[in-house]
């Protein structure tokens, strides 16, 4: 066994019903991996809204830290490369929609990974221009102009 929860290799291959069955059934929420990734992690990871309105439903935490730092939100931001589904590619900026979710839920924009970077930070290094501008309406102001 290789350290990943059988939720998680559920929702990896985008099993979110069989997922949800072995929830509801008593598995872990918040069972971590290795690298201590929370189901909330995969499906971001892999943009899957599905399984992420799931794992709302159920109460999952979008605020669990790995062993980066990184929640939920800034897992989003940082894959903002990778490939999408229909519903993502029909919007301009990629994982916009994903992140706009997790704000949605309650993530917390201003919370940063162990080198000290927001997930607005990780926006603006990895040029990911829609999801900046998502973010910079719902970060706080940080500090007044004199």
Known sequence: MDGTPLVHTLLINRQTAMAELLLTLGAFISAKDTHGRTCAHVVCAIN???????????A???????????????????????????????????????????????????????????????????????IKAVLQVRSPICCLSS
Do not use: Q
């Open 48 to 58: 899957d809204m599905c399984g992420a309105r799931m794992l709302r439903r159920l």
């Open 60 to 130: 999952a935490s979008f605020e669990a830290v790995d062993a980066g730092g990184r929640t939920p939100l800034l897992t989003t931001v940082w894959n903002g490369h990778m490939e999408m589904s229909a519903f993502l590619l029909e919007t301009v900026g990629g994982n916009r929609d994903l992140v706009v979710l997790l704000l949605r839920m309650g993530a917390e924009p201003s919370l940063k990974d162990l080198a000290g970077r927001t997930a607005l930070d990780v926006a603006t290094i990895y040029g990911h221009d829609a």
